[in-house]
Every structure is written in structure tokens, then in C-alpha cells.
């Protein structure tokens, strides 16, 4: 068979489809125009986008503080770039190390509590250059269950290149994950992975509970903080909300969400009311509030009518969730205004009725 040949009828084919799950192929989808992937935005200003020329009502980006459009974020955006050009033609290794790398590794790591930090140039390479640097042959990497896919990646490349062995426990389950490590055998290095917030679900890691494990069976806390930081603990992330900040033994954060630029690094040693309208919005405690649908067509449908209101939202389907939790992602900034929202409100309600969620 042709190596391309599955690509090509998952793409076209309903029956190929049909078996990943998917009520319809891409190419069926694109032409009913139910693709909400890869949606080119001709503008972004904060809370608002215009896309095809239309304006949209922006709650599915993770620009959380508003700070994309911020004056003085722009105005040093454009002066990094008359003082150091577009490039740094170079590795970090090499001749791609700036003083402003410097200076902002040592911030970063004061900010989160931490001896050192190291920057990369987005928050995906952090994970997948990251987890796979510190782990060795036979070391053991214990996960929550649902990690998102950057950490998916990090631990594949740390057990393709050196042999190292992976566990899962349940979601945010502290006496699973004790469970786990009290199986495991005491000599090689445990890490135990998990998301600060939960960028599907919006809910919190109950940290103190996690930390007190990884402490009695003496496995390191690797907290990826990539929608904690802005939002929780004055900004610095899940550590400080706990205030267990050193108890984190290392800390990864990205630059795309609250803090408006491109980039992550790794550092070492509100709110909308949805529940009165009857939508499952989960745990969530942060500004990532999810609109839990569980059937995958509705959650299609029902972009399609947020979309075509003029509102972006997201939809989330398997592999990126499991199906039950098909659902809207939706997120909210300090930015957006009262009527703004109360015209999101308002489509909420007419969805539910429309789409007959719950039902």
C-alpha cells in the first residue's frame, strides 16, 4: 500500500471516517462548510477578530490578559526588532544567544521562584526538548491521564530515545497517582507530569495533594504552566496559587497565552455563569470555561451557530478529548466587555434551544 494512501481516505472516504469516529470526512465537512480547523483571521484585537471581513466576538484564544494589542507590549515588540533585526541566523549554542535571552532567563526565573531558567522558541519544544533531556534509560515518567499533546509528544521522544518507562493515573486523582508510584520499584528517577490548568477542561491540579506524593515516594513534579501563568497566583502560575511555589521541582510556561509574544521556556532548583442555562461547564475555575457537549456532530453544530452569530469559539473533538467530553472551548479575557458578553450569553441560550444540548 501506499504510504500516503490512509492520509487520502481519511480524508475522502465516509467509511474511513467512520472508523476514527467522525460522522463525516474533512473534505465533506469543508464543503458544508462544518471545518472549523485552520480558520485564516485577517485582524485580531483582542476581544474582537474580523475574519472574511466579518467581525467576530474572540473567546477561543488564550490571549487571557488582553495584552496582545497593549500599546507598550507593541511599542517594545517593535524596538527588540530595530535592535536586533528579524533573525538571530543561529542556535542558541552557536551565535543565537542575545543579551535580552539573558536578562529575560533570569526574570523568568525569579518570577516563578526558581535558580534558572532557559527559553525556547515555543512552548512545544520546551515540552519535547525538555521532558526527553532530563529523563534516562529506565527512568520512569508518571502522567495525568489528560495531559495535552505537547507532553503526549515529550514522553514518546523520551521513551523512543532512551528507554524510558511511562505510567498514567486518573485525572487529577492524587490517590491514584500514589497508587502508581507505590508499584514502582524504588531505584530508577520517577517524574510525575502534569498541566496547572487543564487547557480543555479549565480545572485546576489539586497541587498540595500531588506534591505530598511525589514527596513520600520521592519523585520529582514537572508543572506545565502554560495557562496557569497570567491567571493564577498573581500571574505566576499554579505553584503560587498554592503557595507552594518550591515545591515545584520544574516549571514550564509559554509566552503565547498570557504574555502575548511567541515562545516558552522551562524553570528549575473570570468568569461567565453558564451552569443557569443547564450547560456542563465542568470544574473549571480559570478563564478557560469548556461547554461539554459529548456528542461530536452537536459540537460541530454548534460552532456553526456561534460562527455564524459572529462569535469564535473553539470546538474540541477526539483525539484531542475523549468523545463523552466533546465540547466548545471557549476563553475569556480581562478585555472583553459587558455587552460583548452578554451577546455571547444570548447565542448560549439560543444554541441550547437550537441544538437541543442535553437532550
Same mark, same amino acid.
Given at each position: 500500500?501506499?504510504?500516503?494512501?490512509?492520509?487520502?481516505?481519511?480524508?475522502?472516504?465516509p467509511?474511513?471516517?467512520?472508523?476514527?469516529?467522525?460522522?463525516?470526512?474533512?473534505?465533506?465537512?469543508?464543503?458544508?462548510? !462544518?471545518?472549523?480547523?485552520?480558520?485564516?483571521?485577517?485582524?485580531?484585537?483582542?476581544?474582537?477578530?474580523?475574519?472574511?471581513g466579518?467581525?467576530?466576538?474572540?473567546?477561543?484564544?488564550?490571549?487571557?490578559?488582553?495584552?496582545?494589542?497593549?500599546?507598550?507590549?507593541?511599542e517594545?515588540?517593535?524596538?527588540?526588532?530595530r535592535?536586533?533585526?528579524?533573525?538571530?541566523?543561529?542556535?542558541?549554542?552557536?551565535?543565537?544567544?542575545?543579551?535580552?535571552?539573558?536578562?529575560?532567563?533570569?526574570? !523568568?526565573?525569579?518570577?516563578?521562584?526558581?535558580?534558572?531558567?532557559?527559553?525556547?522558541?515555543?512552548?512545544f519544544?520546551?515540552?519535547?526538548?525538555?521532558?526527553?533531556?532530563?529523563?534516562?534509560?529506565? *527512568?520512569?515518567i508518571?502522567?495525568?491521564?489528560?495531559?495535552?499533546?505537547?507532553?503526549?509528544?515529550?514522553?514518546?521522544?523520551?521513551?523512543?530515545?532512551?528507554?524510558?518507562?511511562?505510567?498514567?493515573?486518573?485525572?487529577? *486523582?492524587?490517590?491514584?497517582?500514589?497508587?502508581?508510584?507505590?508499584?514502582?520499584?524504588?531505584?530508577?528517577?520517577k !517524574?510525575?507530569?502534569?498541566?496547572?490548568?487543564?487547557?480543555?477542561?479549565?480545572?485546576i491540579?489539586?497541587?498540595? =495533594?500531588?506534591?505530598?506524593?511525589?514527596?513520600?515516594?520521592?519523585?520529582?513534579?514537572?508543572?506545565?504552566?502554560?495557562?496557569?501563568?497570567?491567571?493564577?497566583?498573581?500571574?505566576?502560575?499554579?505553584?503560587?496559587?498554592?503557595?507552594? =511555589?518550591?515545591?515545584?521541582?520544574?516549571?514550564?510556561?509559554?509566552?503565547?497565552?498570557?504574555?502575548?509574544?511567541?515562545?516558552?521556556?522551562?524553570?528549575?532548583?473570570? =468568569?461567565?455563569? !453558564?451552569?443557569?442555562?443547564?450547560?456542563?461547564?465542568?470544574?473549571? =475555575?480559570?478563564?478557560?470555561?469548556?461547554?461539554?457537549?459529548?456528542?461530536?456532530?452537536?459540537?460541530?453544530?454548534?460552532w456553526?451557530?456561534?460562527?455564524?452569530?459572529?462569535?469564535?469559539?473553539?470546538?474540541?473533538?477526539p483525539?484531542?478529548?475523549?468523545?463523552?467530553?466533546?465540547?466548545?472551548?471557549?476563553?475569556?479575557?480581562?478585555?472583553?466587555?459587558?455587552?460583548?458578553?452578554?451577546?455571547?450569553?444570548?447565542?448560549?441560550?439560543?444554541?441550547?434551544?437550537?441544538?437541543?444540548?442535553?437532550?
Amino acid at each position: 500500500m501506499d504510504l500516503f494512501e490512509k492520509c487520502r481516505e481519511f480524508y475522502s472516504n465516509p467509511e474511513s471516517a467512520k472508523k476514527f469516529g467522525y460522522p463525516m470526512t474533512p473534505q465533506a465537512a469543508m464543503a458544508s462548510g !462544518l471545518f472549523p480547523f485552520f480558520i485564516p483571521i485577517d485582524q485580531a484585537e483582542g476581544p474582537e477578530a474580523i475574519i472574511h471581513g466579518k467581525h467576530y466576538i474572540m473567546i477561543g484564544s488564550n490571549n487571557y490578559l488582553g495584552l496582545t494589542v497593549h500599546p507598550k507590549v507593541k511599542e517594545a515588540a517593535v524596538a527588540a526588532v530595530r535592535k536586533y533585526g528579524t533573525s538571530c541566523t543561529g542556535s542558541r549554542f552557536l551565535n543565537g544567544t542575545l543579551h535580552m535571552h539573558i536578562e529575560l532567563e533570569e526574570k !523568568l526565573a525569579a518570577f516563578v521562584s526558581h535558580e534558572a531558567a532557559l527559553v525556547y522558541s515555543t512552548g512545544f519544544q520546551v515540552n519535547i526538548g525538555s521532558i526527553p533531556a532530563v529523563m534516562d534509560q529506565n *527512568d520512569i515518567i508518571v502522567t495525568d491521564k489528560d495531559v495535552h499533546a505537547s507532553i503526549v509528544d515529550g514522553v514518546r521522544m523520551a521513551k523512543v530515545q532512551k528507554n524510558t518507562h511511562t505510567r498514567y493515573f486518573k485525572h487529577n *486523582d492524587a490517590a491514584d497517582l500514589e497508587k502508581i508510584l507505590k508499584s514502582l520499584p524504588a531505584e530508577p528517577g520517577k !517524574l510525575v507530569i502534569i498541566d496547572g490548568v487543564y487547557s480543555m477542561g479549565g480545572d485546576i491540579a489539586p497541587l498540595p =495533594e500531588i506534591v505530598r506524593v511525589c514527596k513520600a515516594y520521592g519523585a520529582r513534579l514537572f508543572c506545565d504552566d502554560a495557562h496557569s501563568l497570567g491567571v493564577l497566583g498573581r500571574g505566576r502560575g499554579t505553584g503560587a496559587h498554592f503557595g507552594m =511555589e518550591k515545591d515545584v521541582d520544574l516549571v514550564m510556561g509559554t509566552f503565547s497565552k498570557s504574555f502575548a509574544s511567541v515562545g516558552g521556556f522551562v524553570a528549575g532548583p473570570k =468568569e461567565v455563569i !453558564l451552569r443557569t442555562m443547564g450547560y456542563n461547564i465542568g470544574p473549571s =475555575e480559570t478563564p478557560i470555561i469548556p461547554i461539554v457537549i459529548g456528542d461530536q456532530f452537536k459540537a460541530i453544530k454548534a460552532w456553526k451557530v456561534f460562527f455564524d452569530e459572529g462569535i469564535y469559539a473553539n470546538v474540541a473533538l477526539p483525539p484531542a478529548v475523549t468523545p463523552e467530553f466533546s465540547c466548545l472551548r471557549t476563553s475569556y479575557m480581562a478585555t472583553h466587555t459587558d455587552a460583548q458578553l452578554d451577546r455571547v450569553l444570548e447565542v448560549f441560550d439560543k444554541v441550547k434551544h437550537q441544538i437541543h444540548i442535553g437532550e
